[in-house]
């Protein structure tokens, strides 16, 4: 068989039959559910007197609506602890495996699949939630799907889905002192447009992804999906298989061995033929932050807030509505804005290594007058090993508030809201208008090690001169 990506090789070994519409009916290895795109796609089960196919190969837990600060039931938030009941039913009706508040597993879906080794390579993976192309780092082929799809999954197995094009996105060198994944993809993002990746998975590789922690893998796959791109993925080698050695889920004795095996034979072929390739230099990357209101607005730290005549015609009118909403001044340095609020946590930025790097910045330092910030671990297991480790009271002596697991001020489905316009400064994915729970709330999007500087200078400041 001729070379073939780790893309087409996953397809074509989930492959069901093709539909006569012409989408390729595809097998789910894995279906992660939450309580925010589950409760009507039980419903619809239900009415339908339809079971759930494989409840061995769904997973739950709560995230999106969880308080991070009172998680005492009942909820305060009355719709919320109805959200919460109604997926307790729903799992213990079909038999679904739940991590709870207090399983001590708990914690966001793409945060704790990963940490419970349940996300494995060379997997198809779904979930109602938009940044699934986490799993990717893994070598998984993942979907965010909507409502209805979760509804498929449920009852089938599997999803209806129109094959990709694969661009490879090579990234080669060193990453600079101060400069993260989370620069990296807001870098690609900011270049490649927001659109870019429509109709593509993107495969990132070169001797950059090669040098990253697992973690890092997924804070790029996080956020491949901002840059339209369906998924995203990172070929499975030896910090994979590191990775996931040991995890509850992975396999173990003479199937670790097979498994490995076979990961290995998943990957792209190194002759294999993409559809597209772009190639950066890791040197070329400075911290990055967005200016605007999407992810792809993005400049460096030391760059100016682009004029709109120097802009391309096609980005001018976004560009404005973006003015308009962020009241940020054309040509002003981004360097030296105003924050109120500092937000580390979420599925791009919320894990151990996230909040240690955060922490090394924020040893001995203080927040600034009036500025609100807080560190929302990604689950329960990071909550405890970050304790363990006293990155908890680093945190509070500086100034910083301490949270339960959740998703917190990503999406603000929770008590956890911008107030008025406030202006934060924040390491998760998407700074689209009223995304931090205030309709007029603005917010700019950095490394976890960004966030820090924000919070303890008041201000967007350059990590890399605390360094
Ligand atoms: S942290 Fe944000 S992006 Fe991630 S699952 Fe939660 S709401 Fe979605």
Redesign the pocket.
């Known amino acids: 068989m001729s070379a073939r990506t780790l893309f087409d090789k996953v397809w074509d070994l989930h492959t069901v039959g093709i539909l006569p519409s012409g989408q390729t009916q595809l097998f789910i290895g894995l279906h992660l559910i939450h309580e925010v795109t589950s409760p009507q796609a039980f419903a619809m089960l239900r009415e339908r007197g339809l079971k759930v196919l494989y409840p061995d190969r769904t997973v739950a837990t709560v ?2 609506i969880v308080p991070t600060d009172n998680q005492v039931r009942p909820f305060v938030d009355v719709l919320a602890e109805e959200m919460m009941q109604y997926l307790e039913k729903s799992c213990k009706e079909h038999g679904i495996r739940f991590y709870n508040i207090g399983s001590g597993s708990q914690g ?3 945060v704790i699949a990963p940490e419970l080794g349940l996300t494995q390579p060379g997997m198809t993976i779904a979930c109602g ?3 699934t192309s986490t799993h990717g780092a893994f070598g998984a082929i993942a979907f965010g799907i909507g409502t209805s799809q979760v509804r498929d999954v449920l009852a089938s197995q599997t999803l209806a889905l129109s094959k990709l094009k694969v661009r490879k996105i090579e990234v080669n060198g060193k990453l600079p002192p101060g400069v993260y994944a989370k620069d990296v993809i807001l870098h690609i993002i900011r270049t490649l447009g927001v659109k870019g990746g429509v109709g593509y998975a993107y495969e990132f590789a070169g001797t950059t992804f090669e040098q990253m922690s697992m973690e890092e893998r997924m804070t790029v796959c ?1 956020m491949a999906i901002e840059g339209g791109a369906r998924c995203g993925y990172v070929n499975p080698d030896q910090v994979t298989f590191e990775y996931l050695k040991g995890r509850d889920f992975a396999p173990k004795g003479e199937d670790w061995d097979k498994a490995v095996e076979w990961w290995t034979s998943i990957r792209s072929d190194e002759d294999a033929v993409y559809d597209d390739v772009v190639t950066f230099e890791a040197a070329e990357i400075a911290p990055t932050v967005t200016w605007g209101i999407t992810p792809g607005q993005g400049i460096a730290i030391n760059e100016v807030v682009p004029i709109p005549d120097t802009l391309p015609d096609s980005e001018k009118a976004i560009a404005q509505e973006a003015y308009s909403y962020m009241h940020l001044n054309p040509g002003a340095p981004i360097q030296g804005t105003k924050v109120d609020v500092c937000f580390i ?4 930025n ?1 894990r151990i290594s996230d909040l240690r790097e955060a922490a090394k910045f924020a040893k001995g330092k203080r927040v600034a007058e009036g500025v609100k910030a807080f560190v929302v671990p990604g689950s329960e297991r990071v909550k405890q090993e970050a304790e363990a480790e006293g990155l908890d009271k680093i945190f509070q002596e500086a100034g910083f508030e301490w949270r339960e697991p959740g ?2 001020m ?2 603000a ?1 929770n008590p956890d809201k911008l107030q008025g316009s406030q202006l934060s400064a924040s390491s ?3 700074n689209f208008k009223g995304r931090q729970g205030s309709a007029t709330g603005r917010t700019l999007l950095m490394s976890p090690a960004m966030v820090v500087a924000a919070a303890v200078k008041g201000e967007v400041f350059d990590v890399r001169e605390l360094l």
Do not use: P, Q
């Open positions: 995230d999106h966001i879906v793409h939630d938009s940044h996080n946590g979420s599925c791009t919320g998703c917190s990503c999406l489905m998760s994915n998407r």
